[in-house]
């Protein structure tokens, strides 16, 4: 059975105590209850080691916004996948958005960066997705296609299984609009299907596809009911743990 996943995107928002006290607050709605999901919390990098200390011993994981793809240097300012992982963390993402289209990363640098995690034993969750011009020019799957096939194209049966895929339209992300159900469980098929061409079914079938875009406690239970959905990235509703945990425990 495909793993499912609900993992929280906390962007440059929550200091060390603020992250604390909220990843405290996760742990405890939690308690006595068993998700059908893992659960994943992604702090920004200087409130992370205060995370993976917080949530010691709960079933939460943990995992970094990004990384930079050299195990170590004259790098100013990045961080590598063994740091991350020598904190005790499984995750990092991988082309977010905001790191295609307000940092400007490209297919190259992302490309490096998703070998690099995964030769640094860490899941990376690879994020794809069409903007509103690209969607309202009938793009939409074209332009999915080819971010999932000119990052993972090359990559082994064993590697692509340890990666997992979040797709977030973009002008879904922090806008308040979401992707009907329909359209999300449209758009998960086709990227199952391309997987499916590339490593074959079996690989494609386990692979989970998480959905992101303004997933709230009230629209998770419509979108995690797709056959292809299998969870959630969640970025503004994850800051509050009330809100976080209504979308881990859909309604
Ligand atoms: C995200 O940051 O990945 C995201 C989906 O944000 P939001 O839930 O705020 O749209």
């Known amino acids: 059975m ?30 006595g209850r068993d998700p059908a999901c893992e659960v994943v919390l992604i702090p920004p990098f200087t409130t992370l080691p205060a995370v993976v200390e917080a949530v010691d011993g709960s079933r939460i994981e943990t995992g ?31 082309g977010h958005s905001e790191r295609r289209h307000v940092i400007g990363e490209g297919a190259d640098i992302l490309a490096k960066k998703l070998r690099a995690a995964l030769s640094g034993d860490l899941f990376p969750i690879y994020c794809v997705g069409e903007t509103l011009d690209e ?8 332009v999915v296609t080819e971010q999932i096939r000119q ?14 895929i979040a797709y977030e339209p973009v002008w879904a992300i922090g806008t308040g609009k979401t992707a009907t159900p329909d359209d999300a469980g449209t758009m998960h098929a086709v990227i199952r299907s391309v997987l499916a061409e590339i ?5 494609a079938g386990e692979t989970p596809i998480l959905y992101g875009g303004s997933v709230k406690p009230g629209n998770a239970a419509e979108l995690l009911a797709m056959e292809d959905i299998d969870g959630a990235l969640v970025g503004g509703a994850s800051l509050d743990a009330k809100s976080f945990l209504g979308i881990v425990f859909p309604a």
Not at 65 to 84: N, R
Not at 137 to 142: H, L, V
Not at 151 to 164: A, K, N, Q, Y
């Open 2 to 31: 495909r793993r499912t996943i609900t993992a929280g995107n906390w962007k440059m928002n929550m200091d060390h105590v603020e992250g604390v006290s909220l990843a405290k607050d996760i742990v405890a709605g939690l308690e």
């Open 64 to 94: 970094a916004q990004d990384l930079w793809y050299e195990e170590k240097g004259a790098f100013t300012g990045e961080i590598s996948a063994g740091m991350i992982l020598g904190l005790g963390c499984r995750y990092v993402l991988v």
């Open 135 to 142: 969607r309202e020019n009938g793009m939409a799957t074209t």
């Open 151 to 164: 990052i993972l194209e090359g990559l082994s049966g064993d590697e692509m299984g340890r990666t997992v």
């Open 199 to 203: 490593f074959g079914a079996p690989v």
